[in-house]
């Protein structure tokens, strides 16, 4: 069974197209999250819901747009895509609400998307 | 300011064991995180310190010290399999966006 899965894997695409990112978990987790994770390895927080509600919204392009059907699927819609978007992008879940003091917050990853922008 | 500081880079020896080292700076601190991440694929987690001194899961272990804002992760009996990155990450409960803070990560070579 996985645990959280995006799709798709593998993403190329022409500079200034738009494309999606789709996310789902099945592990009845409140909180998602959406990273970059760039040719540096550095993990960037970009987006967070917490049960439907975004409760993290990091400084990127307003190209950028998460969306939460259900607590259970965050998608990611990329606009006008550029040269600078290529990277690796993870989706994640945690049980918690992170604004809770105290909330443990161990994040399970998706397998991640390899977004290459041409 | 915020800030994590990891080794970019450590190569050990297969049956060796290793210790990567964390310092971080935060305004808060509400637990720090190891995670691994194997070339290609999702951050795994590894071990998770709140309160000072060591916690040991087979051969891996982790060690917090609050007052000095430091961790390491100890792996033992190294495997070629343990060829990862290793990633800290801190919860700071001070932080406005309420997100785990994030080293860049220690590249660990294990040969033979």
């Known amino acids: 069974d996985t645990a959280v899965s995006q799709t798709p894997k593998y993403l190329v695409t022409q500079m200034g197209n738009d494309k999606s990112i789709k996310c789902e978990q099945n592990?009845?987790?409140?909180?998602m999250y959406w990273y970059k994770q760039d040719s540096k390895k550095f993990l960037k927080i970009m987006f967070s819901?917490?049960?439907?509600?975004?409760?993290i919204n990091e400084t990127v392009p307003n190209r950028f747009s998460p969306k939460s059907p259900d607590k259970a699927h965050l998608n990611l819609h990329i606009n006008s895509l550029e040269l600078g978007d290529s990277a690796v992008y993870f989706c994640?879940?945690?049980?918690?609400?992170?604004?809770?003091?105290?909330?443990?917050?161990?994040?399970?990853f998706g397998p991640g998307t390899r977004l290459t922008v041409l | 300011g915020q800030n994590i500081d990891q080794p970019t880079e450590m190569t050990a020896t297969e049956g060796a064991i290793v210790q990567i080292n964390c310092t971080y700076q935060?305004?808060?601190?509400?637990?720090l995180f190891w995670y691994q991440q194997h070339a290609g694929e999702a951050p795994t987690f590894l071990s998770y310190?709140?309160l000072d001194g060591l916690e040991e899961k087979g051969r891996f272990s982790s060690f917090l010290s609050r007052s000095k804002g430091y961790s390491y992760l100890l792996l033992k009996e190294l495997q070629m399999k343990d060829s990862a990155s290793y990633l800290c990450?801190?919860?700071?409960?001070?932080?406005?966006?309420?997100?785990?803070?994030w080293g860049a990560g220690t590249k660990l070579i294990i040969k033979p």
């Open positions: 994640a879940s945690s049980q918690e609400d992170p604004r809770r003091r105290g909330a443990y917050n161990e994040q399970f």
């Open positions: 592990l009845g987790h409140d909180t």
């Open positions: 819901y917490n049960n439907k509600e975004l409760i």
């Open positions: 935060t305004s808060g601190f509400n637990g």
């Open positions: 310190n709140v």
């Open positions: 990450a801190v919860r700071d409960p001070m932080d406005s966006n309420y997100q785990l803070i």
